[in-house]
Nanobody, 117 residues
Framework: QVRLRESGGGSVQAGGSLRLACTAS?????MGWFRQTPGKEREGVAT???????GYADSVKGRFTISKDNAKNTLYLQINRTKPEDTAMYYC??????????????WGQGTQVTISS
């Protein structure tokens, strides 16, 4: 059982920055950040793969950065040049690599990010 806990959410003005953190009881082959707004499907925004490579949704490329600090067992999501459409509940997730894709089995409780225009 992988335990995940997010922190760092809050309210910022558009154009500002925010850093989300996720403390993890362990790392898995895939570590990711997702976001969701009411009435919409959960969207994957950033992935950190077992080999250290990263992947990003087109909507956040160049603005979001996923990273981890092994000494602190913490996964981060740096959000720069924020936009109102970044407003969402952000979730940390952990999963396995299976048949060429990440399959996420473990989720945190989420942290709310609100961007005002």
């Amino acid at each position: 059982q992988v335990r995940l806990r997010e922190s760092g959410g809050g309210s910022v003005q558009a154009g500002g920055s925010l850093r989300l953190a996720c403390t993890a009881s362990e790392y898995t082959a895939c570590m990711g950040w997702f976001r969701q707004t009411p009435g919409k499907e959960r969207e994957g925004v950033a992935t950190l793969y077992f080999d250290g490579s990263t992947g990003y949704a087109d909507s956040v490329k160049g603005r979001f950065t996923i990273s981890k600090d092994n000494a602190k067992n913490t996964l981060y999501l740096q959000i720069n040049r924020t936009k109102p459409e970044d407003t969402a509940m952000y979730y940390c997730a952990a999963g396995l690599w299976y048949n060429g894709n990440c399959r996420y089995n473990y989720w945190g409780q989420g942290t709310q990010v609100t961007i005002s225009s």
